[in-house]
C-alpha cells in the first residue's frame, strides 16, 4: 500500500473511504561502529509499511534524511536543518491535503527529528489558518515513534536490558539486521556498552561518544531480535493508526 | 554502494580514495492510468543504485518527492514547493561536503525538477562563497536524467517510437515494470497515444491532458523493455559519473 | 541582575567570571476563566528573575510571546509562527554569544513552545557550523520548565492532586496570584474540573476544551499555594543553573 | 490594562467596544556608562502602561528587544535582524486582528526600531492582501516614539539643552531613574557631553562613540525630571491614541 | 559612468582609486491622471547619471520598482514586499562588495521605499557580521531622496508652493517631462490641487486619494521647471556624493 | 509602450483589451575585455521594447540584474541569488496580475537566467494555489530568449560561424554596439576565439575563462550586424508574443 506504487485512480478510490495516510520519517546518520547510517530511515520506512500492509492504510515516501546536525562529526550523516525540514513536512502534508488527506500518522525513526516535527504542525497550522481561517482543512498530524508503545518498549528490555541505550541500540541495529540481512557489520566495540549522558552540539557529541554510540551495545544485536521488535512495531502502530483515524 | 547501508568509519574509508558521490532525485506524481506514482523516484533511485554497484560510487539516500506543481489537479502528486527543494539539496550538498564530498552527480527522474536543481546549485555556491570567500570547498554537481543519453535516446525511440511522449512514457513505465513486477497495472487509454503539447499550470495541465499522460502510449511498456532501458541507462550514466569524477 | 537594569560596562565585568546566562521563555494566551493571559510569561519571567537573585546570574529580557496557534480560537490570545520563534531564539542567542555569552538557560512557562525552542537550539548549531566551521563558539543551550523538578511536582501533586490538569492550572493560576495579587479573578467553573485529552489545531482544542482549560480546576488556586510553588520552583532551577554553568 | 493581565473572556467584552490596541517596542543596548540596558525597553513599556491607564485601552506585551544592529560592540546589547523583527510584529498583529483588533498604536523607545517597524506595517498589508484580496481586515498601524510630541521635546529642552543629544540622553536616562530608582548608576562622563555625528555599522559607531553615547550628558538625569518627562509622554501619546481610534 | 556601460577591466581600473558607487533606486507606481508610472524610476536613475557624470563615480544599474504597496489599487502600480526589496538590496551590496566597493550612495526617487532600505542596510551589517566577525568588510550604506536637498527643496517652493504636494507632485512630474518630452499627459486635475493627509493600507490611500495625487497640483508641471530642478538635484547629490566618498 | 511611460488610466484602458504583457529581463554580469556589463539587460531590455512597439504591447521594467553568481570573479558583476530572483519574479507577476494582467512573457537576455525563472514560474503557481486553491487566477508565464528562434539562429551563424561561442558572443555584443553607437569598446582578444566547454562556480569558470569569454569571438562584432539581430529579434519575438496571449 506504498503510495509510489500506486496509480492516480487507485488513489482517488482509496480517498472515497479513508482519509488517513501514513507518513514515515526517518534520518541518515551514524550509527555506531557496527549500526548502518540509514538505520533510522529504513526503520521507519519499513515498519510503516508494515503497518499499511496490517491496515490497508496508503503510505507516502519516506523522509530519509531528518534533523541530524548532532551527528555531523561522523562521516556520511546528513542533515536537514531543522527550518528546512518543517518546509518539507509542510509541503508533504498541504500537498496530500489538495488530495483530501486529512489524518496524517507520522511513524518516526529518529529521536532527533520529533521537535523539529512538532514545530512544523504547529507551522502548518498556523499558515492554514493565515490563509483560509475559518474554512482551513481539519488537518490532523501526529507522530510516534516506532519504540513508543509498551510492546517494543518492553521487549527491548527483555532482549538487551541496561544495554540498549539510547543512540545505534541493539534493538534498531537488529531490525536492520533483520531487514537487511546481507548487510550486517561486525565491529569491535570498546567498551562494550557507551558511555551514556545528554550532550549539546555536535562538537560535544563527538567529545563525549567517540564511536558515535549512546549508552548502547549494539553488539548485542541479532537478526532475530529484530524480526520480534519489527513485529511487536508493526502491531502496535497498526493499533494507533486506526484508533488515530477513527478518532472524533 | 548505498551510503544508508554503509557505516561512518566505512565512509571515512571511502573518502580517502573518493570524493564523489551519487544523488538521486526524482518526483512523487501521478503518471498516467496505469503508471505508478513513483514512477520517477523508482527510476531515479534504482537506476542510481545501478551506477553505484558499476563505478563503486556511494550514492546518498533519493530525493523521492520533487518539484510536480503542475500535477497536482491529479490524486496523489505530491510536490515540493521550488524553494524548499532547493533548501533540500542547499542542506543535502553542504552536509556531505562538510565530510570531504566535492563531486556530486544528481541522477534525475523527472523532467520537472531540473530548473530547480539547477537554480539550487547556484545558491548553492552563493552561500558558500558568501560564508566562506575564497576558502569556499570546491564542490562541483551536475544534474543528468537518466534518459539524456545516446544510448537510452536512441533504445526508447527504436521501442516505441512517436508513441513514447514526453510524460507517463513507454519508457520509463517499462523501467518500473522491470524493477516492480508485481505491481504492473493495467488500464484503458483513450485515445492510446495522448495530445501533446506545452502547459502553463496545474489547472491548464489537467485540462489538456485528462488522464495526466503528455504524447504517450504507455500501454506499449513491457518489463522486458524496460530491462533493456535500465541496462543501458545504468551503463551510460556509469560512464558519464566516471567521466564527472575524473575532470579537472 | 536582570540584563536590561545593568549597563554595559557592568556587564563587561560580568562577562570576566561567567559565560552563563538565564533566558525566560514564556507565552501570551487563554488560560480559562479566571487564569491571566500572561500566565506563562510571568511564572517564566518572575521565577527567572528569582533564580538570578539567588544565583548571581543575569537574566535576559523575557520572550513573552511565545508559540501558542492552538489557543488562537479564544480572544486575546498571542502567538510566534514556531519559524518566526525560532528567529528570535537565534537572535537573542547569537547577539548575546557575540559578547561571550556561551550557557543559555531558557526557563520555560509554556509546554508549547518546547518543541520549537529545541528545533531552534539545532538551527542555531547548524547556522554557526556553516558560517565557522571548526571555529564556531561553544554554544550550549537548555530548557527547562519551571515545574520540571521534583519538588515542584510534589507540591502541586499535594496541593492539588488529579485536579492539577495540564493547561490553566491551579499551580500556574497560584504563582500569578502570588505575583499579581491585584489581579486576582474569579470565574465560575463548570465543571470544576475540566476534561482532559490531547487535541490538534485550534478548533479542535476549543471544540474539546469550551472555556479553554484542560484537565484543571484553578479555582483551587490562592496566593499562598504560589508562594510556596514559586519558591520551590526558584530554590530547584538555582540548582540547576548552577550545574549547567559548571558542567564540563 | 495589560492584556497580560486580563483573561480571554475579559478580552472579549474589551472587543465589544474597541478594536484598538497599544503595542509597545523598545530596545535591549548599551546606553553609556550611566543609563541602563533597559533603558528603551523600560520607557516604552512603562509609558504605554501609563496610556494605558489613561484611555482605558489594552496594552500588549513589549517587544523588548528590537533593532540594534549598531550597538552590539558594547557589551549585553541585544538585537533583532530586521527581517526576524518584521516576522515578529506580523505575527503579534496578525493573531491579534484574528480576535478583531484593527487600530495598533506602537509606543516606540528606540529610534532604531522605526525603519524595521515601518518595512513591517507594509509588509502586513501585503501579506494579508495577497492572502484575502478584498476581504482582507482594515488593519491600521501607526508608530509613535514617545518623545516625538511638542510637550516632551519642549520639556527635554528646558531641562537639558543641548545636552540633550541623540542616545543615551538625559531625558530618557530620568524617565528610567524615575521608574527605577533602586537602579539608578553613577559612572564618570568624559567628555560631560558626548560627541555628535552620523554613523555607519557597529564598529564605526564604537569608534565614534567610545562610551556609547551620542550628543548627550546623561550624568544631569534626575528621578525628578524623569517624573515631569514621563507624566507629559502619557498624556500626549493618550490623546494621539485616542485621535487614531476615533480617525474615521 | 553607467556600470552597465563598462567593460570588467574597466571596473577594475576604477576600483584602483574609488571605492564609492551611486546606486539608484525608484518606484514604479501610480502618479496621479497626467504623472507617469515610471516617474520614480526615471528621476533617481536620470539623476544618478547626471551625478555620476559631475562626479566620475560608477552608477549601479537602477532598482526600478520600489516598496509601493500602499498604490496597489491603481492600474500599473509595481511594489516588491519589502522583505524581497531588502534582499535585493542585499544581494547589489554584497556582489558589489566582493569585488571591492565600500561606498554606497543610494539615490532615491520614492518616500515610500526608505524605510526599507534603512532596514536593509542593517540586515546587510548584521549579515556580514554573523558571516565575518571582525573581519567584515567595511561597508558604508546611505540613502539619499533627490530633493532632500536645500536647493531643491527651495526651487520646489518658489515654483510651486503649496502645490507641491507630496505624491504626484509637479517637481517629479516636471523632472519626467524634462526627460521624456515626447510623453508629456494632459488629464484634468479636480480638484486642481489633491486632497492632503496620512493614510494606511492601498484601499484606504485610494479612499483618500480617488486619483492617486496627495496634496499636489501636476497641472504646473513644465518641461522647462524640470530642468531647473534637475540640475539642482544633480549638483545638490554631486556635493553629497563627494562628501560621502571622502569622509573618515 | 513601456509601463513606466504610462498613467494608471492608460493602463486601466489598455487592459480592457489586453491581458498580456511583456517582461524584459537581462542580467549585469561581465561579458569580456570588450563587451559591456550591462550587455544582457540592455538587449533584453532594448529587444522589449521594440517588441511592445511591434505588437502594442506593454512592457514592463526590466530585471536588469539576474543570476549572474558564476561570473562574479570578474569585477563589475552583479548578481541576484536564485531565491532572491524568484521573489523579485514573484513580486512582480502578483503585483500585475492584482490589476488584472495575466499573460506574461519574459524577454530573457541571458541563458543563466532560465534555470531560476522557471523555478519562479513554479513557485508563483504553488502559492498563488495555497492562498486562493481553485479560484486562483489563471496566471500564464513563459520565458523566451531573445536568440531562440530560428531568424536570429541563422543569422548570427551566418554572420560569425564559429566564432559565436556562448559568453560574450559576438551577436550580443554587435546587438549592443548598435544600441550604444558611443560606446563601443576595443580590447585585445587573446586568443581571438576563447575556449569552450563547461564550467562549474565562479572560480572554475576565471580558471577556464580567463578573460571571460566562452568560446566566441567578439572581436567580429560591427553595430550593423547588431541592426540586423536585432530586426530579426524584436520581428520573431513579436510572433511569438502574438501567439502565446492568443492562445486558448
Ligand atoms: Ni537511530
Ligand atoms: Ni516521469
Ligand atoms: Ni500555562
Ligand atoms: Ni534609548
Ligand atoms: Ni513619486
Ligand atoms: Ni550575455
Chains 1, 2, 3, 4, 5, 6 share one sequence.
Not at 487507485?10 to 551514524?30: C, H
Amino acid at each position: 500500500m506504498r503510495l509510489q506504487l500506486r496509480t492516480w485512480p487507485e488513489v482517488e478510490t482509496y480517498l472515497k473511504t479513508s482519509r488517513g495516510i501514513i507518513m514515515p520519517i526517518g534520518s541518515t546518520e551514524q550509527h555506531g561502529p557496527n549500526g548502518l547510517i540509514g538505520t533510522d530511515a529504513i526503520c521507519a520506512e519499513h515498519i510503516a509499511w508494515g503497518v499499511g500492509e496490517a491496515t490497508g492504510a496508503l503510505v507516502a515516501p519516506n523522509i530519509g534524511v531528518g534533523m541530524a546536525a548532532h551527528h555531523m562529526e561522523f562521516a556520511g550523516t546528513m542533515t536537514l536543518r531543522p527550518s528546512t525540514l518543517m518546509l518539507v513536512i509542510r509541503d508533504y502534508v498541504t500537498a496530500l491535503a489538495e488530495h483530501g488527506f486529512q489524518r496524517f500518522l507520522f511513524v518516526n525513526g529518529h529521536g532527533g527529528n520529533i521537535a523539529t516535527v512538532r514545530a512544523a504542525f504547529q507551522e502548518i497550522h498556523a499558515e492554514l489558518r493565515a490563509a483560509w481561517g475559518p474554512s482551513a482543512p481539519d488537518i490532523r498530524c501526529k507522530v510516534i515513534s516506532w519504540w513508543e508503545n509498551e510492546s517494543v518498549h518492553k521487549l527491548s528490555r527483555e532482549l538487551f536490558g541496561a544495554s540498549e541505550g539510547s543512540h545505534a541500540t541493539p534493538s534498531e541495529v537488529s531490525v536492520v539486521q533483520y531487514l537487511y540481512p546481507g548487510h550486517i557489520k561486525t565491529a569491535p566495540l570498546d567498551p562494550p556498552t557507551a558511555p551514556s549522558s545528554m550532550f549539546y552540539d555536535a562538537r560535544d557529541y563527538r567529545r563525549r561518544f567517540p564511536d558515535g554510540r549512546i549508552g548502547s551495545n549494539p553488539g548485542l544485536a541479532t537478526p532475530e531480535h529484530g524480526k520480534r521488535l519489527y513485529d511487536a512495531a508493526v502491531a502496535a502502530l497498526a493499533d494507533k493508526y486506526c484508533a488515530f483515524v477513527n478518532e472524533e
